[in-house]
């Protein structure tokens, strides 16, 4: 289930993840043109700067988070702004946005905070039903890399990535990378949509 306090915390601005600047990682990976402007879905979309980031860039982006009070900051950030850009409250997890199919999904540690291996995988899933064919998700998740620490991103093993992501879509690159604004270990996991569902593991009898 969605975090229970997450409308709290934008109420108390405890908003660690709020840096108010678009994320490093996604801006290099859209400006190195590995994903074309086109129907883009920010999961977690907080209080906007991503979403707007890329609608500035052409994208037509729908940015959907569970906090109304998020979603009401972002839409603020929209007025006067001539953008292909709309927010809406929507719990994710509980099912996909009926807006689709998208060519590029992006959530900032939207999926690492459930806790449960089917809340993952159903996750993953969803995201496996807005994209569209030869559609990319980039997801940016909290490592168990690094040295231990008492804050910061819940924590995932490349393991746990895997076995969320792999039965619904295809994943191109999982590699080592940092949420700079706390200096975290990250998951870069990209991922695209099957063409063809993932075959059994195999072994030599």
Known sequence: MPHPSW??????GQLPWDTGQPERLLVEFVTSGAVAPGAALEVGA???TN???MAERGFDVVG???????VERAQAKMKGRALRCRFATWDFLGAPPPDRPFQFVFDRGCFHVFDEPGERQRFAAHVAEVLAPGGLWL??????????????PPRRSACE??????????IVELRSAEFLDNNAAAW??????????AQPSTRHD
Do not use: H, K, M
């Open 7 to 12: 409308n709290e915390s934008y109420a108390s």
């Open 161 to 170: 990535v895997a076995i969320a992501v792999e039965p619904a879509l295809e």
């Open 188 to 197: 870069f996991c990209l991922s695209r949509q099957r063409i063809v569902p």
């Open 64 to 70: 959907v988070d569970v906090s109304p009070l998020a």
């Open 51 to 53: 979403a707007i980031w």
């Open 46 to 48: 907080g209080t906007g």
């Open 139 to 152: 997801s940016l998740i909290g490592s168990t890399e690094g040295l231990p620490r008492e804050s910061g």
